[in-house]
């Protein structure tokens, strides 16, 4: 009977609550056929990930209200992976597209460094997070090519905003290569350090939801501006959210870009 089978793999149970490889096992001296052959599907996602391109024009068409397209000054994405200063920085025919209003927020979606995150979540966070304002005046949204988080800074300044807001495709790893990130900056200029902004991570399918992401991001956004200010001096105090995904899938911290 299979129920009097005895399990002889010690690492079974762990496996069961994480998605990291523990206990792959061995044959001969490599891995087995099957865990080898796991990880390099995982380490072509994560290439794909990162080579890969954003089709802006079919996600603007996604998205609740009016778009700002602009590019950084990496020009292309050899350029973006060898130059991350040149991320950070506005292109400059891109600084003509963008006047200065009365906004609280400016929402930023850039490509980071993964396209499928953009791609799988950028425009159900954006949607989750314009339900969510309350009040709160956001500008066009801005769709940011060759982006780096830093890059929020010149766009939120420029369009005169409060609060800058930057939803980027993070760094992918070997057991998620869609994961999107989404970064807040108060009073956003240039020459902003990553200490004076707060992170939301882990966005992605095992990870935080959509929904529980915007909660979160807008609780937060609305205490940076009674508080005026972000970043290590704005701590999360969020009240216990129910929105399908563990609050421990979210880091709030300074950025790593």
Not at 4 to 25: M, Q, Y
Not at 32 to 56: C, E, Y
Not at 75 to 91: M, N
Not at 94 to 118: H, P, R
Request: aromatic share 4%.
């Amino acid at each position: 009977m299979a129920d009097d089978v005895i399990n002889l793999d010690p690492f079974a149970r762990f496996r069961a609550a994480t998605r990291a490889r523990i206990g792959l096992g061995r044959s001969g001296d490599g891995l087995p056929t099957t865990a080898l052959l796991d990880f390099q599907l995982s380490h072509a996602k994560a290439r794909d990930a990162v080579h890969g391109a954003v089709d802006w024009n079919v996600l603007e068409e996604q998205l609740p209200q009016p778009c700002i397209r602009v590019k950084s000054r990496a020009g292309d994405r050899s350029t973006y992976l060898r130059r991350p200063d040149l991320g950070r920085q506005l292109a400059p025919e891109s600084a003509g597209l963008l006047t200065k209003g009365d906004w609280d927020v400016a929402l930023v979606v850039g490509d980071g460094l993964s396209a499928a995150a953009v791609e799988n979540w950028a425009v159900q966070v954006v949607w989750a997070i314009h339900m969510r304002l309350n009040g709160l005046k956001m500008a066009p949204v801005v769709l940011a090519d060759q982006a780096r988080v830093a890059l929020a800074d010149p766009i939120g300044e420029a369009l005169g905003a409060r609060l800058s807001v930057m939803l980027i495709g993070e760094r992918p790893g070997l057991s998620v290569a869609d994961s999107l990130g989404v970064y807040m900056t108060y009073g956003p200029r240039v020459g902003r350090r990553d200490s004076e902004r707060n992170c939301l991570s882990n966005i992605h399918a095992h990870g935080l939801s959509p929904a529980a992401a915007a909660d979160k991001l807008v609780w937060l956004m609305t205490q940076s501006l009674r508080l005026g200010l972000s970043g290590v001096g704005l701590k999360e105090e969020t009240p216990s959210l129910d929105s399908g995904a563990d609050d421990k899938t979210a880091r709030l911290s300074q950025s790593s870009d």
